[in-house]
């Protein structure tokens, strides 16, 4: 019997990295001879490669190949040929993380004008990964329907959001086809998508193993399935609910839907089937299409990790080196995400993704071809899901096309992030600090603000709290430790554009400085390229004493 499959990820359609040895992969008998073919549109044979399947896997790789369309690729194994057709070479990249990456192109603010064109994706191919994340038997029936989607596809309001207007532009730019592979999850940690021996590296990252361990410790896989099940069946019961519920009341807290409908079960019970567990979508998702040729991942997460903040570098930058060992590519590019404002109405202020994003900098800063691209005034007010997604799409392409493909200066693309700071003294004007900044060499512009601000002051009064009048964004300490608002001057005293002087009354010899140092609140600070200063603090390496708790609600899957 000969056992000979194509991996899933290769279908029609199908979107192939140009310039780039191509990797074709699937299952064989060990021995078996496994032959690829290419041919151009003209039916011309232009490529191909053979390999002997072993250990019931076989890998081959066909030869680096200029952007075109209209190709086709046999394989063979024995009497069984399998052919793919309407192939392009183009760019592919991977459209990872949580929901905000999920988000669907139907329902973001852009959505349905780009939907009611026939022509605005041509260029645009999308597969998105069997998202099951459980191998039961109908996981692999449901991969084989898998397959590469073209604007044509009638699935296309599915896309990812932000995979796609990064695709869009990136297409239109390049002047060829664009093809973007989605493997991303609401609602889950950057544990879930790893191996496990990039946690078991670390004593904070094992945690995420232990923890879900002890749960699920003397537990039967039956059991275990059961469990997660009946939590669907319960869950699906409540979101059904909560839907009447908004007809009837549009607005309705989460409070108050719980106090009427019950505890909210999600995210379900730890289970080996709840797919929110670590190294669950890395089997389910990641195993099934590695080592598919890319050129880069496009990677927007975090929110789920705001419970461990001080963790997500260590954890970010061990899932990194886990895809790219994985990928064979030390290099892979990696486009991410700086998490935007964001904070629950009725919820204190834990500043605990002021640390994520603090990581996320850090691993932009330390991490090769790892790279930020900045959101922090993309938030939505009281919601996790901003539904605009086009504006961050396209800052990440210019991103894309200024450190990867450099085809732009790199002060087009990047957001103003502190470089260095100075405190400064003096008998006539106190202290003050000198605040430098890359990527800011034409200096900044203030702009308004005041919805956000209004809301910020609002969620603040909630909670017995008063923003200052004098409140700025900036803040300066002494050595006590304490903040206080800082009045600020933009320039240096030498002239220098890409400077900007903090200070306050209240602080007569300041020794530390930050800015945005809060889930939600104002951003008024921008480069003159347009994107926001990056928030910050100049004490990173010290101990605040910051909050790290989170949201009783963290990731409510709407979208």
Request: glycine content about 8%.
């Amino acid at each position: 019997m000969n056992d000979f499959n194509v991996a899933a990820i290769f279908s029609d359609h199908m979107v192939l990295q140009r310039n780039k040895y191509a990797a074709v992969f699937g299952s064989a008998n060990d021995g078996a001879l496994v032959k690829a073919q290419l041919f151009d549109a003209n039916e011309t044979k232009f490529g191909e490669n053979s390999t002997i399947a072993e250990n019931g896997r076989w890998l081959l790789k066909l030869e680096p190949q200029s952007a075109q369309t209209g190709c086709k690729l046999v394989i063979s194994c024995g009497n069984e040929t399998k052919t793919f057709s309407d192939i392009a070479f183009g760019e592919v990249w991977l459209a990872g993380g949580q929901s905000n990456m999920e988000f669907e192109l139907q329902n973001c603010t852009e959505g349905p004008s780009e939907l009611s064109d026939d022509n605005a994706g041509r260029n645009v191919r999308f597969y998105y990964t069997n998202k099951i994340g459980w191998k039961d038997e109908h996981f692999y029936e449901a991969e084989k329907n898998t397959c590469w989607q073209t604007w044509e596809s009638p699935a296309r309001g599915s896309w990812s959001a932000v995979g796609y207007f990064f695709a869009k532009k990136l297409a239109a730019d390049l002047d060829c086809v664009v093809g973007v592979v989605g493997c991303n999850w609401g609602g889950t940690s950057a544990s879930a998508w790893m191996r496990r021996e990039f946690l078991e590296c670390d004593k904070d990252l094992e945690t995420y193993l232990t923890e879900y361990e002890e749960a699920t410790r003397g537990k039967s896989v039956e059991q275990q399935c059961k469990e997660f099940d009946d939590y669907e069946i319960e869950n699906t019961k409540w979101q059904e609910k909560f839907a009447k519920l908004w007809e009837k009341q549009p607005g309705v807290t989460w409070d108050e839907a719980e106090k009427v409908l019950g505890k909210n079960p999600w995210p379900g019970p730890k289970s080996c089937k709840n797919p929110y567990r670590p190294c669950g979508l890395y089997d389910c998702m990641i195993s099934r299409i590695v080592p598919y040729t890319l050129k880069g991942v496009l990677w927007y997460q975090g929110e789920s990790d705001d419970h461990k903040p001080g963790s997500y570098y260590k954890l970010f930058r061990a899932m990194v080196d886990n895809w790219r060992r994985d990928w064979g590519d030390n290099l892979l590019p990696f486009v991410s995400v700086q998490l935007p404002v964001h904070r629950y109405e009725a919820d204190p202020d834990f500043k605990h993704w002021c640390l994520i994003r603090e990581a996320q900098a850090k691993a932009s800063a330390t991490i090769n071809n790892v790279w930020l691209t900045s959101a922090f005034d993309l938030g939505q007010y009281s919601d996790i899901h901003p539904r605009a997604k086009k504006e961050l799409a396209e800052r990440m392409e210019n991103l894309a096309r200024a450190k990867v493909y450099k085809l732009i200066p790199s002060v087009d693309a990047c957001a103003p992030e502190l470089e260095s700071y100075l405190p400064v003294f003096n008998d006539v004007d106190g202290g003050s600090i000198v605040l430098s900044f890359a990527n800011a060499p034409l200096g900044f512009e203030v702009r308004s603000d005041e919805v956000r601000f209004e809301e910020y002051k609002k969620m603040e009064e909630r909670q017995d709290n008063t923003v200052s009048d004098d409140f700025t964004g900036f803040e300066v300490c002494g050595t006590d430790g304490v903040w206080y608002p800082a009045e600020f001057a933009l320039g240096g005293t030498d002239g220098k554009l890409n400077c900007i002087v903090v200070k306050s009354k209240q602080v007569a010899r300041p020794v530390a400085a930050r800015y945005g140092w809060f889930n939600y609140g104002p951003v008024t600070i921008y480069g003159k390229n347009g994107l926001p200063l990056c928030p910050f603090r100049t004490n990173a390496n010290e101990a605040g004493g910051e909050k790290t708790d989170h949201a009783k609600i963290q990731q409510i899957m709407t979208v």
